[in-house]
Antibody, heavy 126, light 107 residues
C-alpha cells in the first residue's frame, strides 16, 4: 500500500533552517510529484511547492521563493523539504503529499493530492 | 488569482442529520480540478471527492459532491459520528489552492 512516512518533530531557533524528509513506499517514487503543504495550529492548509522526483524539477509558491528548497534521493525513495531563515510564523505541521491524476468517467484528468504523510511539527522558538 | 470561500465556517449538527457545505470560487474553475478533503484533529487531510463529484476509493456513498463553474457543494446525507471534522475544498490549477475550511461539529 502507498505510504509516505515523514521525519520526526523539530524545534529550531529563529534564523535557523529545518529539513524534513518524506519516505515513499508502495509505488514507484519517480512516477508522481511530491507536494508540500503546511498548517499552522488551528489554521488552514497552505501549499508550499512541488517537486518531480524523476527530473528534480521544482515549483515553489511565491511566498516561499528564496527560502524553500525541495530535493530528493531516488535511491531511497525519499523527498526533502528544507526551509531556511525560520521565524516564529513558520511554526506549523508540514505535510508531504503525492500528486496523482485520476481520470473521471468522461475521461478528463483530475489532478489531486491522494496520499499524505503523517505530518511533521516544526516549532520555531527562541 | 482565484480565491476559494467556504461557508458556513462552522456547521453544528446532530448525528443522522444532513450536512451541506458550500465552496465558492472567485472565478470559474474546471470541475475536473475541484476536490474535497476531510481532516480530523491530529491527522493529515484525506481525499474524499475529486472532479467535483467522484468519490475517492473507500469513501462511503453518504458523501456526495456537486456543482460547476463557481459554486460547488459537498453533501453528507446522514452524519455518522466519525464525520465530525473539518472539510476543505481545493482547486488544482497551476498549483493547489485550498479553501479556509468548514468545521462540522456536534450539536
Amino acid at each position: 500500500q502507498v505510504q509516505l512516512v515523514q521525519s520526526g518533530a523539530e524545534v529550531k531557533k529563529p534564523g535557523a533552517s529545518v529539513k524534513v524528509s518524506c519516505k515513499a513506499s508502495g509505488y514507484t517514487f519517480t512516477s508522481y510529484d511530491i507536494n508540500w503543504v503546511r498548517q499552522a495550529t488551528g489554521q488552514g492548509l497552505e501549499w508550499m511547492g512541488w517537486m518531480n522526483p524523476n527530473s528534480g524539477n521544482t515549483g515553489y509558491a511565491q511566498k516561499f521563493q528564496g527560502r524553500v528548497t525541495m530535493t530528493r534521493n531516488t535511491s531511497i525513495s525519499t523527498a526533502y523539504m528544507e526551509l531556511s531563515s525560520l521565524r516564529s510564523e513558520d511554526t506549523a505541521v508540514y505535510y508531504c503529499a503525492r500528486r496523482a491524476d485520476y481520470y473521471d468517467s468522461s475521461g478528463y484528468s483530475n489532478p489531486l493530492l491522494d496520499y499524505w504523510g503523517q505530518g511533521t511539527l516544526v516549532t520555531v522558538s527562541s | 488569482e482565484i480565491v476559494l470561500t467556504q461557508s458556513p465556517g462552522t456547521l453544528s449538527l446532530s448525528p443522522g442529520e444532513r450536512a451541506t457545505l458550500s465552496c465558492r470560487a472567485s472565478q470559474s474553475v474546471s470541475s475536473s480540478y475541484l476536490a474535497w478533503y476531510q481532516q480530523k484533529p491530529g491527522q493529515a487531510p484525506r481525499l474524499l471527492i475529486y472532479g467535483a463529484s467522484s468519490r475517492a476509493t473507500g469513501i462511503p456513498d453518504r458523501f456526495s459532491g456537486s456543482g460547476s463553474g463557481t459554486d460547488f457543494t459537498l453533501t453528507i446525507s446522514r452524519l455518522e459520528p466519525e464525520d465530525f471534522a473539518v472539510y476543505y475544498c481545493q482547486q488544482y490549477g497551476s498549483s493547489p489552492l485550498f479553501g479556509p475550511g468548514t468545521k462540522v461539529d456536534i450539536k
